[in-house]
């Protein structure tokens, strides 16, 4: 997968990309550079999964992402319990709207939050924890525009 530091601006698929808005990247790990580690809480770890369900995720690619640190991906996963089967986590994309700017992540994401200690931004963390959530009228609208587009 494609390396982006945290908080860049978004380019991946760019040329699709229906925004003028901030899009910024985050989690877009690699294993040739350095990630900050660190703990975060159950909350924001059960949060940032919902974010990864199936039908909250855009940007859809063919094919799955594996993990470059661990070979693994969540697919059939057991260890995610029966919502294993909806999030597909290694195949697209997570937005996650903040206060100045609407985040890209992959949805390995959370497979890095969780398994390899990878701690995001603050401002991501927190936009998880209290921006709009998924299913919500605000995020609903942000991941309507990809599909008109
Ligand atoms: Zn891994």
Known sequence: MTYYKDLSPYEYFR???????????VGW????EPF???ETSQEFKAKLFEFCLDEYVVQITRGFHTCEFCGGSHQGNPQYGEAH???RL???EIRVIGQSALYAAPTL??????????NPPEEFIKAVLSGPPPGSREHENVLNKYKLA
């Open 15 to 25: 040329d699709y990309e229906p925004f003028g808005l901030n899009l910024i990247n």
């Open 85 to 87: 089967d909806l999030a």
């Open 109 to 118: 994401i959370h497979h890095y939050v969780v398994d390899h200690r990878y």
């Open 29 to 32: 790990l690699s294993k040739s």
């Open 36 to 38: 900050p580690e660190g």
């Open 90 to 92: 290694g195949n697209g």
